[in-house]
């Protein structure tokens, strides 16, 4: 058995929980923050057998897609001089995933 650990930004967790309870994979959700922009995301853990781990990767793959936005950081030129916003594109979305070994599992 495994533990899939699967960190989603928010605005894609909807999408994924909803194709993996459709696929009959128990999924539960955990808030949590983090990351370059300080955005909101979504951690889900994802107990799964064995045989079943390259299922759910696709199903991550799939519904986690990579987008770039424009956003902008304050920086700031000269000690003294007020903050300017400077915009950049910044990549966003995706998964990051953890695959562990489950030694023991136990449903009570």
């Known amino acids: 058995m495994k533990l899939i650990i699967a960190i989603v930004q ?3 967790v909807v999408t994924l929980i909803d194709e993996l309870t459709e696929k009959n994979f128990r999924v539960t959700k955990l808030s949590s923050t983090g990351g370059f922009l300080k955005s909101g995301n979504t951690t889900l853990l994802i107990g799964v057998e064995n ?3 390259q299922e759910v990767l696709k199903v991550i ?3 986690c ?3 770039e936005i424009t956003t902008s950081l304050l920086t700031m030129s000269m000690p003294g001089e007020s903050y300017i916003p400077y915009p950049m594109q910044v990549k966003i979305g995706g998964a990051t995933v953890f695959v562990v070994d489950v030694e023991q599992y136990i449903r009570v």
């Open 10 to 12: 928010d605005q894609d």
């Open 51 to 53: 045989e079943k781990t």
């Open 61 to 63: 793959e799939y519904s």
């Open 65 to 67: 897609k990579t987008r």
